[in-house]
Every structure is written in structure tokens, then in C-alpha cells.
């Protein structure tokens, strides 16, 4: 038999997909998913929402649907949704995208990441700097390219990173800098500081800036800040955002780049030969989404808002320090209380449906392999569940006090 093509093992061994003997390992995820099935065990491992998005938006697809907008989407997206996200950026951050020029609709962020990366990362001379733990596909599409991962670590509590770390890692061999602002998994909002750094850097190495801003209407305090609009940002920067986490519409796929018209360009080449298209109702559906007055945007933030203080409660009466969450859908506690010696978060996630009939996810997953001994304490927990089954999870975590 022919060997494994390279660029996918490189892609399976970057994303963690691979053993150490180069065979397929399972990831956390899938084996944490089974175990809550088995145990009847709350999972609070996965991040989608179990809770339908608002009606507005699930009639609108439904409407397109009935009236026959079925067929393949203009490659660049939906006329109504390209317009609606260009308002969109208007309406909140005072940004103007041209709609024809400065905005691509994608199948979800993920894909608006991947041909992000493949479009402007030419070979392993090119480093992408990203700040760990990090979302597992940012491995996967940097191995997928052939470039260089660069990790800048954030360490429990604040998850902050450090500015000398951050100066260091970026260099002239830096191609993109990728920024997950509120951050996956941890649940961490940048300070202005770090947000300008980011830039000064940017422009210092003539680096791109990406950002990946799924959660952008999921901040507690305040409100979001995407980079692109501090000086000097916008001319660098790929903002990336979808629909999924905002209107919980995960299934549906539909995420947008905006940003200057011939880095945007660059992504569309690639991504024609990916999806090409996708989504056609939902991508209408998810332009009359946008258009929701405020009220909307400010009430999903102030429900999980909630959800996190309940489930934080829980995880503090249990005994676990707890990072308490500034936006997203995530809270990170800390399983040392629990830890026997030599044992570190995967065990108590193994142990906690049997103990507490709860799942969560250790953060060892999002980090590189190397640098797992930081993280070995620490857990990830997600918010985005009904009410009363967050109220569930507390109570029998505060079982294990």
C-alpha cells in the first residue's frame, strides 16, 4: 500500500490527531462525548448550545427555503448577507467594509480560517504566531500550509499574555499573527494593551493580523473591541466572525471574512476550490439575524452572562479555583484539589461522570504536546446550555466538596 499522502500527516500530526507510532488517536472530545452517553452524565465538554436560535431567523430559512433560494450562492455569498455584514461591522464597531470588495462569505469560521492560512502562507519559512491553548483547527490548517506554529502561552488565572513573550515570538519570519478574541478555551478577553502590542508588532515585521471573533457578541463586561478598528489595524487585518455562536446555529455553517479588498481577494482564490459556495437560505436567514435590534445582542450576553456565574459557583463550592470568564462560552477551573500524585485533568475528567455525573474537557487538548506539563491541571467547562441544566451540573459538582 502507497504511504499516507505527507500534507496530511502533517496535518494529523500537528492537530494531535496522531499517536506517537503515527497511528490515529482518538481525541478527548470523542472519548469525553462516549463516556457522558454511557454515564447519563451532564456534558458540559461540547461547545454548541442545546437551545434553538431566535424565530426570526429560523423562519427566515425557512421562508427561503420555501420560495426556492436552494441553489448555489454567488461565490462570494448572498447579496443580502454581504450587505448585512458590511451594516453590521458599521452598526457596532464603526468599521465600512465595501460589500462587494471587503467581505466573503464562508462555510462557518473554521473554513474562513483554512483558506485564510493557505492563501497567505507561502512554506515552512513562514511562522504564524497564535496564543496557547488555542482552538485545535489553528494546528491543523498552520501543518496543512506547512508553516511553523508559534505559541504564546496564557497562563491561569487572568490568561493574559505575557507582553515580552509576545515580543519575542513575533519576528520577521512572522507571516500571520492569529487572534482569538474572546478567547477559546479560555474564556479571556484581551486588555488594550495586548490588543496594541499586536498591532505595533504587526507593523514592526510587516506581519497580518487574523482574527477569529466567533464570540464577539458573548463579552460580559463592556464591549467588544475587534483590532481592526485601533489605529493602523484595519489595513493588515482579516476579521473572522460567524453566525454559529451568536444565534446558535452551529449546524449551519455560515462564518464571513472582512477586511481589505485584496487580502480578502487572496482568501476567495483558495476558497472557490474548497466549498465554493454553501448555505444558500441560511445564508439569508442569517442577514435578517443581523439586522435584530440591540436588545438581541445585549440579551444573549447577559444570559450566559448568568450561565457562568451559576456554573462558576458550582465549581467553587466543589473546592476547584475557578478563572472566571470575561466572554465566550467557557470557564476554566483548576482540578488540582483532586489530583493524586501523578495525575493531572484527563484523569479527573475520566473520573468526574462517575463522581459527579458531569463531563468537561481537560485544556491539555488545546495546547501543544510539548508544552501539556503547563496546563496539566486545568479544566474546560462550557456554559451554553439550558439554564436548568446548568443548574443540575452545580448542584452535583458541588457533590464532590
Not at 72 to 79: E, L, Q
Not at 290 to 319: E, M, V, W, Y
Request: proline share 7%; with cysteine; glycine share 10%.
Amino acid at each position: 500500500m502507497r504511504e499516507i499522502p505527507g500534507a496530511w500527516r502533517r496535518t494529523a500530526t500537528g492537530a494531535g490527531l496522531l499517536g506517537p507510532d503515527g497511528s490515529p488517536a482518538p481525541t478527548i472530545f470523542a472519548e469525553m462525548t462516549a463516556l457522558a452517553t454511557r454515564t447519563g452524565a451532564i456534558n458540559l465538554g461540547q461547545g454548541f448550545p442545546d437551545e434553538d436560535g431566535p424565530a426570526e431567523v429560523l423562519d427566515a430559512a425557512i421562508a427561503a427555503i420555501a420560495v426556492g433560494a436552494n441553489q448555489y450562492a454567488p461565490g462570494r455569498g448572498v447579496p443580502a448577507l454581504l450587505d448585512a455584514i458590511a451594516a453590521h461591522q458599521r452598526r457596532w464597531y464603526g468599521l465600512e467594509p465595501d460589500p462587494e470588495r471587503d467581505v466573503l462569505v464562508t462555510a462557518g469560521a473554521t473554513e474562513a480560517l483554512a483558506a485564510t492560512i493557505l492563501a497567505l502562507v507561502e512554506g515552512s519559512d513562514d511562522e504564524i504566531v497564535v496564543f496557547e491553548p488555542y482552538y485545535d483547527a489553528y494546528a491543523a490548517c498552520a501543518a496543512l500550509a506547512g508553516a511553523r506554529l508559534v505559541p504564546v502561552p496564557l497562563r491561569f488565572p487572568d490568561f493574559q499574555p505575557d507582553l515580552g513573550d509576545l515580543a519575542r515570538a513575533v519576528t520577521d519570519h512572522t507571516r500571520l499573527i492569529l487572534v482569538n478574541d474572546p478567547h477559546n478555551p479560555t474564556g479571556a478577553v484581551f486588555t488594550a494593551e495586548v490588543r496594541a502590542e499586536i498591532v505595533r508588532l504587526a507593523h514592526r515585521h510587516d506581519a497580518i493580523i487574523v482574527t477569529d471573533e466567533v464570540y464577539e457578541h458573548l463579552v460580559f463586561d463592556g464591549p467588544h473591541v475587534p483590532i481592526a478598528t485601533l489605529p493602523g489595524a484595519a489595513e493588515r487585518t482579516l476579521s473572522i466572525s460567524s453566525a454559529g455562536k451568536t444565534f446558535s446555529t452551529t449546524g449551519w455553517k455560515i462564518g464571513w471574512i472582512t477586511g481589505p479588498g485584496d487580502l480578502v481577494d487572496a482568501v476567495l482564490a483558495v476558497k472557490q476550490f474548497l466549498t465554493y459556495t454553501n448555505g444558500t437560505p441560511f445564508q439569508s436567514a442569517i442577514a435578517t439575524g443581523l439586522g435584530l435590534p440591540d436588545a438581541f445582542f445585549t440579551s444573549i450576553a447577559q444570559t450566559l452572562r448568568g450561565k457562568r456565574d451559576l456554573l462558576g459557583a458550582g465549581l467553587r463550592a466543589a473546592g476547584l479555583p475557578v478563572s472566571t470568564p470575561a466572554g465566550s462560552y467557557f470557564t476554566v477551573a483548576d482540578a488540582t484539589p483532586f489530583l493524586a500524585a501523578g495525575e493531572d485533568a484527563a484523569d479527573f475528567c475520566r473520573r468526574l461522570p462517575g463522581r459527579a455525573g458531569v463531563v468537561g474537557i481537560p485544556l491539555t487538548a488545546f495546547v501543544s504536546r510539548e508544552h501539556r506539563g503547563a496546563y496539566a491541571s486545568l479544566v474546560r467547562f462550557a456554559a451554553c446550555k439550558r439554564v436548568e441544566v446548568i443548574a443540575e451540573a452545580s448542584e452535583r459538582l458541588r457533590a464532590l466538596a
